[in-house]
């Protein structure tokens, strides 16, 4: 043992004693050579900040070894784990997820986040190469757009933010506007390294151990700590041609979207927001550099109007680009004349919510709670759903965006863990509920009242039966039985991998799926 061990034990041993020693017989026994550190306030925080809870010690791992040494000695004592352990990316969930009351937080940003571009030609003296990055599983992914884009290529599906981590994202789904041409992240890597919690470092991909594979995309951090990923990338246009275009009616916004998604040759990215006020045209606007003269009336009396936005971009390789998005506009039925376009940076494109971060920031309004609601649904209850939320979140206060757009059920591999609802045609919606709870005006009973609201609607719309059929995304369920009315049908072989890979349940104890107490 080494003398930082040496050092880290004692540190941590006064509070071992006096916190989770309950599972913990002889710390030197469950720890083996790995240190550990004491907490820091960031480890009981996340961004949504409606839960706290502390771990007893964190991980700094500074290699993949590290983390299969905690886990290999944790998970060696069944019937019960001695202590649980949540990966941490940034810590950007919602309901505590990368939390681990009492437990251990292994802070992944700590691994090596070198982001390694490789071309390789393809098998078979085929003309195309296939370029992909091996990046460290703690890598932001803002890092491995700005290493990517040295050589030229970036990777095909995105998040709206970068400042989250590839193995965060990775364990839920990663989704954006470019979902609907490419599948949501957890469909664009090529290969993992995986540490399981029985502690076994392992490489798996499509091919190789592939139903562990499978199992750690969307898996909630409940099978394994991911410390690497190979991510596939393609050519990164230098610009992109980035289109608003706003809309009185819910169903011609959609029949667009849905047009728009039709069209995969041409455009590269759909989304689309509702317009609820004037404040909403500008606040989602700081990144457009485009002046819109959009201010319709908004209703009067207890008569709201609501309007919607559709946001498109095409990637503009230097030709064609103005051919494309008049071809495509020319489709479109829009309020005209209400269209707007810009040119930008590829990279300002991708790291457009940079600049609302910033501006919440100088509000005062980043570091606040929030209770966010993100939904799938199918398409044929995305009317239904909209009117729910017109009853029901946007009935009262209300301080926020609400995103809806597209997705193509066929892009998300059903063998990965990430659960989407059953859509007879193909199309689901994701609907997310962006709220933040300004203290000056929100207090933490408001805050409880706003999570409440979303539990009714969230039950509602993901009834069992006659329902709108929709399925949570990133949400913490409140039961075991709420998890399993969330896996359905692959409740089954979501348990069958547990027990594979982590049978003695010691990761992912913020998602609340396996309490100690069942
Ligand atoms: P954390 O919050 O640290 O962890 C999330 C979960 O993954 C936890 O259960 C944790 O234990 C587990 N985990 C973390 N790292 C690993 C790992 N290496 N191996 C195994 N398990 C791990 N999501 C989208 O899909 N699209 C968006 O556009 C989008 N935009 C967002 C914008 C903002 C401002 C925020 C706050 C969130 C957004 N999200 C979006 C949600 C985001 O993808 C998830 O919250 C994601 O988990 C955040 O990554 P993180 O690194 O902060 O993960």
Redesign the pocket.
């Known amino acids: 043992m080494d003398l930082r061990a040496l050092y880290m034990y004692a540190a941590v041993l006064a509070l071992l004693l006096c916190s989770a020693a309950t599972f913990i017989q002889s710390p030197t026994d469950v720890f083996g050579p790995v240190a550990l550190l004491e907490p820091t306030p960031s480890s009981a925080r996340?961004?949504g900040a409606v839960v706290s809870d502390a771990p007893f010690a964190i991980l700094r791992p500074g290699s993949s070894a590290d983390i299969a040494l905690l886990l290999g000695a944790l998970s060696s004592a069944p019937p019960r784990p001695r202590a649980t352990v949540?990966?941490?990316?940034?810590?950007?969930?919602?309901q505590g997820?990368?939390q681990a009351r009492d437990g251990i937080v292994v802070e992944?940003r700590s691994l090596p986040r070198s982001v390694a571009v490789v071309v390789a030609a393809r098998a078979g003296g085929e003309a195309t190469a296939r370029a992909y990055a091996d990046v460290g599983?703690?890598a932001l992914w803002v890092e491995v757009l700005e290493e990517c884009l040295k050589a030229g290529l970036a990777p095909l599906s995105?998040?709206?933010?970068l400042?989250?981590?590839?193995?965060?994202?990775?364990?839920?789904?990663?989704?954006?506007g470019q979902a609907f041409k490419h599948g949501?992240?957890i469909s664009n890597v090529l290969q993992l390294q995986?540490v399981t919690g029985n502690g076994e470092v392992v490489t798996c991909s499509r091919t190789k151990s592939p139903d562990l594979f499978f199992a750690?995309l969307g898996?909630?951090?409940q099978f394994?700590?991911?410390?690497r990923a190979r991510i596939l990338l393609q050519e990164a246009p230098p610009k992109v041609r980035w289109v608003r275009a706003f809309y009185d009616s819910f169903e011609t916004f959609t029949k667009d979207q849905e047009l728009l998604i039709s069209m995969p040759e041409q455009v590269d990215y759909v989304e689309g927001f509702m317009v609820l006020d004037e404040h909403s045209i500008h606040s989602s606007s700081i990144a457009f550099p485009a002046r819109i003269d959009f201010s319709p009336d908004f209703g009067s009396n207890g008569k709201r109007k609501v309007y919607y936005c559709i946001e498109f971009a095409v990637h503009d390789f230097g030709s064609s680009v103005d051919n494309v998005v008049e071809l495509v506009a020319g489709k479109m039925s829009h309020m005209r004349p209400h269209m707007y376009s810009v040119e930008v940076s590829y990279f300002d494109f991708l790291n457009r919510?940079r600049m609302e971060?910033e501006s919440l920031r100088s509000q005062g309004l980043w570091d606040v709670p929030?209770p966010w609601l993100n939904m799938f649904v199918p398409k044929h209850g995305v009317a239904q759903l909209k009117d729910l939320l017109m009853d029901t979140v946007l009935a009262g206060y209300f301080q926020g965006a609400i995103l809806v757009y597209p997705l193509l059920t066929d892009k998300w591999d059903r063998n990965t863990s990430a659960v989407i609802p059953s859509a007879p045609d193909g199309v689901m919606y994701i609907f997310s509920v962006l709220r933040s709870a300004d203290p000056s005006r929100c207090g933490r009973g408001c805050v409880e009242e706003i999570l409440e609201q979303h539990r009714r609607v969230a039950d509602e719309a993901c009834r069992v039966g006659g329902g709108i059929g929709a399925k949570q995304?990133?949400a913490r369920q409140p039961t075991q039985a709420h998890w399993r009315s969330h896996f359905g049908p692959s409740w089954d072989r979501f348990l069958a991998r547990k027990a594979r890979y982590d049978p003695v349940r010691v990761?992912?104890p913020?998602?609340g799926i396996f309490p100690w107490t069942d």
């Open positions: 996340d961004f949540a990966a941490r990316g940034v810590g950007h969930s919602l997820q990368a992944t599983a703690g995105w998040t709206d933010y400042y989250l981590t590839v193995g965060g994202t990775l364990s839920n789904a990663g989704i954006s949501p992240q995986v750690v898996g909630l951090g394994g700590i991911i410390t919510v971060e929030h995304y990133l990761l992912g913020g998602q």
